[in-house]
């Protein structure tokens, strides 16, 4: 099987659009790949954030990951601080990379605007963490969003690098982009996110899923009830696509058009279906114990300190570092 690796900051609560655009994909993808999941809390040190709040944020990422079918019997679940080998990779990397290529990346760019106060060299250097990441672990395949295409294709460029100073060690790896798009958020105005407040949490139970659903934005074109409406334009029907039963799909998509449904009922269908998909999540993150998760980063972290530390070994070799008395 390939190998594949991708890694989610711990930055709060998931939201639906998270789970559609990624999460679904990573479980779908463990039975195909060795898959290496990874919650990234040294990324999330590149903004600032509140150190008392970070370890419960980083163990709710995993026991969120378990709850939504992320089965460590099938992949490797670990934290990315547990294993030194990322940070010391990321430094050798940051060796062969170019300033140039990191002041092009889009998120350096976004997050440096919104952040004029705190535009430290980790923001900067962020994407050779990240290709640290991923060629640690050889991995072939890197399931990403639109957004992060960019950096995947640094760590391509990150590992020619290195491969032609010192000689091949890395694998370069492929972008899995997904098949979902963005998810907008539920005012319309941008992609659903957390730091815009339009967010479903992926944890809501149906009542809250039905009050946060109530306001959404819709088409613009049904102001009245008996408006016939598009749902290739309305903001919430890829939702329907991502959590409705097929006849649903079906039933909203041509009777939307006919203006026979409207968009109380419609919103109600929704929250019911989404309610009912996430209920096993719920369920399970509910019943999830601390000792649990804490066991299976464990495993997960040993798991892949076998591959990573080999990476690493291989690393220091061919760029000359002085082996260390009793390595290999
Ligand atoms: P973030 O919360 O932005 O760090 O994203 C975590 C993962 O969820 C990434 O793989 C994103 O591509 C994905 N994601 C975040 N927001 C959305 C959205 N609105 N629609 C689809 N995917 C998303
Ligand atoms: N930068 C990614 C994001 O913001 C998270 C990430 C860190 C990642 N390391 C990774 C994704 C390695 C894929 C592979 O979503």
């Known amino acids: 099987m390939k190998r594949l690796l991708s890694g989610i900051q711990p930055s709060g609560e998931l939201h639906v659009g998270n789970y559609l655009g990624a ?26 954030y509140d150190p ?7 163990h ?20 990315q601080s547990h294993l030194t080998e990322h940070s010391e990779l990321a430094w050798i990397l940051n060796c062969v990379t170019p300033m140039g290529e990191l002041y092009r990346m889009t998120q350096f760019k976004d997050k440096s605007a919104r952040n004029q106060q705190n535009i430290n060299v980790g923001l900067f250097t962020y994407p050779v963490l990240q290709a640290a990441d991923i060629l640690l672990y050889q991995a072939a395949a890197v399931p990403v969003g639109e957004d992060q295409v960019q950096h995947v294709e640094l760590t391509r460029e990150i590992a020619r690098k290195f491969n032609g100073r010192f000689g091949k060690v890395f694998t370069e790896p492929k972008a899995l982009l997904t098949k979902t798009g963005r998810i ?49 334009v309305c903001n919430i029907f890829p939702l329907h696509h991502g959590f409705s039963p097929d ?21 109600r269908l929704l929250g019911r279906n989404i309610s009912d998909s996430l209920a096993p999540v719920r369920e399970r993150y509910e019943s999830m114990g601390r000792d ?37």
């Open 184 to 232: 907008r958020g539920l005012d319309g105005q941008a992609k659903m996110s957390k730091s815009l407040n339009n967010q479903i949490p992926l944890l809501a139970d149906e009542e809250a899923i039905a009050k946060l659903l109530r306001p959404a934005f819709t088409d613009p074109a049904r102001l009245r009830r008996t408006d016939p409406g598009n749902p290739e």
């Open 23 to 48: 999460i679904r994909n990573w479980v779908a993808l463990q039975d195909e790949y060795e898959a290496l999941y990874c919650v990234v809390d040294l990324h999330a040190m590149t903004v600032k």
């Open 247 to 267: 006849a649903d799909v079906k039933r909203v998509d041509e009777e939307c058009r006919k203006a026979e449904i409207g968009c109380v009922e419609c919103k």
């Open 292 to 328: 649990h998760v804490r066991d299976v980063l464990s495993q997960g972290a040993e798991r892949a300190r076998k591959i990573a530390s080999a990476t690493i070994e291989k690393v220091r070799e061919k760029a000359g570092l002085l082996g260390r008395k009793g390595a290999k």
């Open 60 to 79: 709710d990422m995993a026991a969120t990951l378990l709850a939504c079918g992320i089965d460590p019997e099938k992949s490797t679940l670990f934290v």
């Open 52 to 58: 008392a709040a970070m370890s419960d944020r980083t």
